[in-house]
């Protein structure tokens, strides 16, 4: 499984400190399973309207996949689909695009 950048959704607080700290080492999700979750372009709507429904100020990065090497893993979850898990932190320098979400 191959795709050039990936989203994660971020709380404005998460993007606030990922901001200040130039490294985002996870949502308490992330920090429970052990990597950070990462969706793809076609899973992004999948994944808000599970994880963040009711949710406002939610900041979603686009993030480059090239920059991970073998801490990148697309592994089985949702309904069977290959989401992509980043076993490791997340600079800032990955981010490639942000959106936000009222």
Same mark, same amino acid.
């Given at each position: 499984?191959?795709?050039? &950048?990936?989203?994660? %959704?971020? &709380?404005?607080?998460?993007? %606030?400190?990922? *901001?200040?700290? +130039?490294?985002? +080492? ?5 920090? #429970? ?24 100020? /939610?900041?979603?990065?686009? %993030?480059? /996949? ?5 801490? /990148? +893993?697309? *592994?089985? #979850? +949702? ?16 981010? %490639? ?6």
């Amino acid at each position: 499984m191959s795709a050039a &950048t990936a989203f994660k %959704v971020l &709380t404005h607080q998460q993007w %606030v400190d990922f *901001e200040r700290e +130039r490294v985002f +080492r996870g949502a308490p999700v992330d920090i #429970a399973d052990g990597y950070i979750h990462l969706s793809t372009a076609d899973q992004l709507e999948g994944t808000l309207a599970k994880h963040f429904a009711g949710q406002d100020c /939610l900041m979603i990065a686009e %993030v480059d /996949l090239s920059q991970f090497g073998d801490a /990148l +893993r697309w *592994e089985e #979850a +949702r309904e069977g689909a290959l989401f992509p898990h980043l076993y490791g932190e997340l600079p800032m320098h990955a981010v %490639v695009g942000l959106q936000t979400r009222d």
